[in-house]
C-alpha cells in the first residue's frame, strides 16, 4: 500500500511562517504532480499549490508571492514554505500525489494524505 504522511502544521501568529513536509512510502514505481490542498471549515476543499515531477509549479492566486511548494524526488517529499501567514490561511492542509504502484501501471492514481491543521491567529 502506499501511505502520504504530513508534518509541520501548527498555531501560528499573522505574518509568521509554517513549513509542512508530505512524504509518500510504501510499493511506488513513480510519482507525477503532487500538490497542497486545503480546507476551511464550511469551506469546499481547495487547491493551494501543484509542483510537476519535473519541477513545474502552479499556485492559487491567495498564496502566490507568500507561499512556496518544492519537492525532493529521491525522497518522495513534497514541501511547503508558507511565508507571511494571514488569519484566512487557517485550515486542514492535505497532500495529494498521483502515484503509479507498478511498472504496468497505465494510470496515476490518487493517494491523500491525513490532513495537518494549520491555525493563524494572534
Known amino acids: 500500500q502506499v501511505q502520504l504522511v504530513e508534518s509541520g502544521g501548527g498555531l501560528v501568529q499573522p505574518g509568521g511562517s509554517l513549513r509542512l513536509s508530505c512524504a509518500a512510502s510504501?510499493?511506488?514505481?513513480?510519482?507525477?504532480?503532487m500538490g497542497w490542498y486545503r480546507q476551511a471549515p464550511g469551506k469546499q476543499r481547495e487547491l493551494v499549490a501543484g509542483?510537476?515531477?519535473?519541477?513545474?509549479?502552479n499556485y492559487a492566486n491567495s498564496v502566490k508571492d507568500r507561499f512556496t511548494i518544492s519537492r525532493d524526488n529521491a525522497k518522495n517529499t513534497v514541501y511547503l514554505q508558507m511565508n507571511s501567514l494571514e488569519p484566512e490561511d487557517t485550515a486542514v492542509y492535505y497532500c495529494?500525489?498521483?502515484?503509479?504502484?507498478?511498472?504496468?501501471?497505465?494510470?496515476?492514481?490518487?493517494?491523500w494524505g491525513q490532513g495537518t491543521q494549520v491555525t493563524v491567529s494572534s
Open positions: 495529494n500525489a498521483k502515484i503509479r504502484r507498478r511498472i504496468y501501471d497505465t494510470i496515476f492514481d490518487d493517494y
Open positions: 510504501g510499493r511506488i514505481f513513480s510519482i507525477g504532480t
Open positions: 509542483i510537476t515531477s519535473s519541477g513545474t509549479t
